[in-house]
């Protein structure tokens, strides 16, 4: 299995909702990213999980509350959302842990989410 | 700061070659990368150096001159699959990546 696989791959949410963005991996990654990416901008690095522990916090607002419940699963909570986050969420693993120079990031397919 | 360049946008014909260039200015570095992303989808790996020099794989290969902070992507052979975006990304002196904003390849028939 060498893929990442995020749940759901659409998500429309209300402003008062919560609701959660899941990924999974099954190739022995030990080290599990959130990005956010906008239309036609790179990757943002929203949170960096290096053998479950939350190693990086890009000072992401707290209404984005990351969790990583096993090195397999990492998890995005979403409450309390604007508009203005909409956008592809994008989970990532890697081999190592972020310091490492080769570390191959594979990427999911994405969550597109927006936020009414 | 730290900054990487890409052309936003190129157009190349099928069956052509086209070269797509990176410059960098980051505080330390520890990898070049480039990812290729077809719209609405992940980003996949293309290539990694760390070393001056060509690395080929297939019909694309990426160089490196650390020196000058510059490097390409060099893609032969074009098919209509390859119209993508094709993202830089330096890993600097922690580890970070830093992204360039990616390049738009339009390949025509």
């Known amino acids: 299995d060498t893929e990442v696989t995020q749940t759901p791959k659409h998500l429309v949410m209300g402003m008062t909702n919560k609701k959660s963005l899941k990924c999974e991996q099954h190739?022995?990654?030990?080290?599990m990213y959130w990005y956010k990416q906008k239309a036609k901008k790179p990757p943002e690095l929203m949170f960096v999980?290096?053998?479950?522990?939350?190693?990086i916090n890009e000072s992401v607002p707290s209404r984005f509350s990351p969790e990583c419940p096993n090195s397999s699963l990492l998890n995005l909570h979403l409450h309390a959302l604007q508009p203005e986050d909409s956008a592809l969420y994008l989970c990532?693993?890697?081999?190592?842990?972020?310091?490492?120079?080769?570390?191959?990031?594979?990427f999911g397919a994405g969550s597109r989410l927006t936020v009414l | 700061g730290q900054n990487i360049d890409q052309p936003t946008e190129m157009t190349a014909t099928e069956g052509a070659i086209v070269q797509i260039n990176c410059t960098y200015q980051?505080?330390?570095?520890?990898?070049l990368f480039w990812y290729q992303q077809h719209a609405g989808e992940a980003p996949t790996f293309l290539s990694y150096?760390?070393l001056d020099g060509l690395e080929e794989k297939g019909r694309f290969s990426s160089f490196l001159s650390r020196s000058k902070g510059y490097s390409y992507l060099l893609l032969k052979e074009l098919q209509m699959k390859d119209s993508a975006s094709y993202l830089c990304?330096?890993?600097?002196?922690?580890?970070?990546?830093?992204w360039g904003a990616g390049t738009k390849l339009i390949i025509k028939p």
């Open positions: 150096n760390v």
């Open positions: 190739m022995g990654h030990r080290a």
């Open positions: 990304a330096v890993r600097d002196s922690n580890y970070q990546l830093i």
């Open positions: 999980y290096s053998y479950e522990k939350l190693s």
């Open positions: 980051t505080s330390g570095f520890n990898g």
């Open positions: 990532a693993s890697s081999p190592q842990g972020e310091v490492s120079g080769a570390n191959v990031l594979t």
